[in-house]
């Protein structure tokens, strides 16, 4: 199956940007959409098609991509974000796929 | 308002089979493809399946192909999947998910299968 890497774990102080990477092999020519799990909840669409952000998601948080890696950043990161956060994408012949996911840890 | 709820899930034994419901509302079902999506105690997302808007075209992971069949009824605004011959790694939080351009947006808050003897 597609391989979406991510690093297990980020930590950042409150107010400081926090940049979460995915890398892919397809990522040069398919979406990357990213969602934030906060525990015992259902994942949350934040950015989706690399950098699209769904109504009622705050300004902070954007996604980028360049080559096979996919970023999402969230500027002025704040205690409320402190969740599980994963990219998802399809492989070239548009098999779908989720990265294993980063604990981002705001503190 | 998008409502997405899941029903279904049990405690089954190995080799059993099992068939979960998603009621959709808030959204006009039939203009949308759906997904399921598993989630193992403590571990991370796996994508399971995809059906396009009308059923016609559906996908799965390779560790259900063959076991699992999604299926839906546009007329009762409801998704569904049939689980054959379940393993003890099928034991999980299973969602889903409404479509937006390929990838999940709104999802349920899930359904618990337990597969255990």
């Known amino acids: 199956s597609y391989e979406l890497t991510q690093p297990p774990s980020v930590s950042v102080s409150p107010g400081q940007t926090a940049r979460i990477t995915c890398s892919g092999d397809a990522l040069p020519k398919k979406y990357p959409y990213w969602y934030q799990q906060k525990s015992g909840q259902a994942p949350v669409l934040v950015i989706y098609e690399d950098s699209k952000r769904p109504s009622g998601i705050p300004e902070r948080f954007s996604g980028s991509s360049s080559g096979t890696m996919a970023t999402l950043t969230i500027s002025g990161a704040q205690v409320e974000d402190e969740a599980d956060y994963y990219c998802?994408?399809?492989?070239?012949?548009?098999?779908?796929?989720f990265g294993g996911g980063t604990k981002l840890t705001v503190l | 308002e998008v409502q997405l709820v899941e029903s279904g899930g049990v405690v089954v034994q190995p080799g059993g089979s099992l068939r979960l419901s998603c009621a959709a509302s808030?959204?006009?079902?039939?203009?949308?493809?759906m997904h399921w999506v598993r989630q193992a105690p403590g571990k991370g997302l796996e994508w399971v399946s995809l059906?396009?808007?009308?059923?016609?075209?559906?996908y799965y992971a390779d560790s259900v192909k063959g076991r699992f069949t999604i299926s839906r009824d546009n007329s009762k605004n409801s998704l569904y999947l049939q689980m054959n011959s379940l393993r003890a790694e099928d034991t999980a939080l299973y969602y889903c998910?409404?479509?937006?351009?390929?990838?999940?947006?709104?999802w349920g808050q899930g359904t618990l299968v337990t597969v255990s003897s």
């Open positions: 808030g959204f006009t079902f039939d203009d949308y493809a």
């Open positions: 998910a409404k479509d937006i351009n390929g990838g999940p947006d709104y």
């Open positions: 998802y994408s399809t492989d070239s012949s548009g098999n779908p796929s």
């Open positions: 059906i396009s808007w009308d059923g016609g075209s559906t």
